[in-house]
């Protein structure tokens, strides 16, 4: 069953760690995509990637670092160096670029404690 | 720089009536606009994209350049219409990623 899939569902961080969401993907996408969704302020790109070993900063990436060594997988990890990191973070793929037919993941909701 | 707004946060129609959840966009080049839907505890998912001219579980959208807008429309809404939409902006050339409006929550009462 083809899909996209975000692990942890939930994940703590303590202030000053960095931490890592993994995001998977099974359709032979070639984009991948992290957005940022918090309450009253929609999805914000973080990072996006449209083939692999290759990258672009989003509109907030200040704080993020993401890696793309495989088609399938594309990490996002949370550094100390974000302010505000507590938010729902959200996984998308597309075939390629000019392809807006987005899969989303299930999502991943970071709070720092 | 592109820029999606959608100015109400909270929409609240009964059962039967009509909705329109409105989108303005703001782009200098050719636009592709699409309505994304979120339903509670499901995954964010494509509804309809203008290009496509489709109608989605009734739902229809008409892209205007003269007003910048891409609103979308229901005749009569119905309780499972409850959701939240965003309507998404890209270039009609490509190569760039979805921006995003901040979302209309959509509340229809029964």
């Known amino acids: 069953d083809g899909g996209i899939t975000q692990s942890p569902k939930y994940l703590f961080r303590k202030e000053g760690q960095n931490v890592t969401l993994s995001c998977e993907q099974n359709?032979?996408?070639?984009?991948m995509y992290w957005y940022r969704q918090d309450p009253g302020q929609g999805l914000r790109l973080i990072y996006y990637s449209q083939i692999v070993n290759d990258f672009q900063k989003g509109d907030i990436a200040e704080g993020y670092s993401v890696s793309r060594e495989k088609k399938e997988s594309f990490p996002l990890t949370v550094t100390s160096a974000q302010k505000n990191p507590t938010a729902f973070y959200l996984c998308a793929s597309s075939k390629g670029a000019g392809d807006y037919g987005y899969t989303f993941g299930s999502g991943t909701r970071l709070t720092v404690v | 720089a592109q820029r999606v707004t959608q100015p109400e946060k909270l929409l609240s129609v009964f059962k039967g009536a009509p909705v329109e959840l409105k989108c303005n966009y703001s782009y200098s080049g050719s636009p592709e606009l699409f309505w994304y839907v979120q339903y509670s505890r499901q995954r964010l998912q494509l509804l309809l994209r203008?290009?496509s001219r489709e109608s989605i579980k009734g739902f229809t959208a008409d892209l205007n350049k003269g007003e910048t807008s891409f609103h979308l429309k229901k005749p009569f809404a119905q309780e499972e219409d409850s959701a939240m939409y965003y309507c998404a902006l890209s270039a009609l050339s490509g190569n760039t990623p979805l921006v995003f409006g901040k979302g209309t929550r959509l509340s229809v009462i029964a």
């Open positions: 359709l032979n996408h070639d984009a």
């Open positions: 203008h290009i």
